[in-house]
């Protein structure tokens, strides 16, 4: 079975950069901070403590690449040839597993739909960038 590791490596490394933009001021992060239910403490001493949010972003980066890992062994496994095959097996993956799965984290925590949404979509935008990559350099 052919992967291409530096391709799982690199969809780890977007999905963390889209991560960093999808939940920035820029973007979602105020509103997300402000549905997450941590108290402001939290957030504010993520964003100082230089050796904490490192450790963060490692273990979130290995979890990325797994997911990227796992979506390659998929992508292989079916026979993908294009980035449409990419798209749409990270879609159907999002759908049937993750989108779910994070909405029982949504009934039984009593988020917001707007928490729910902004979580799933990103992960939704991490897998579909991870498929075209993934099929790009195959």
């Not at 960093?20 to 979602?28: C, E, I, P, R, T």
């Not at 949404?117 to 579909?128: E, P």
Request: proline residues 1%; charged residues 10%; hydrophobic residues 60%.
């Amino acid at each position: 079975m052919y992967i291409n590791f530096l391709a799982v490596f690199l969809a780890g490394g977007v999905s963390l950069f889209l991560a960093w933009a999808w939940y920035s001021n820029f973007l979602f992060g105020r509103q997300w901070r402000a549905l997450s239910g941590l108290p402001d403490e939290y957030h504010q001493q993520m964003a100082t403590d230089k050796k904490m949010m490192a450790q963060t972003m490692l273990i979130y980066f290995v979890g990325l690449v797994l997911m990227a890992g796992v979506l390659a062994r998929v992508l292989f496994y079916m026979g993908a040839y294009g980035v449409m095959d990419g798209i749409t097996t990270a879609f159907w993956m999002w759908i049937g597993f993750v989108a779910p799965c994070m909405l029982g984290m949504k009934l039984w925590e009593r988020k917001t739909w707007a928490y729910y949404f902004i979580n799933v979509g990103y992960v939704l935008l991490a897998l579909v960038v991870s498929g075209v990559i993934l099929m790009l350099w195959h």
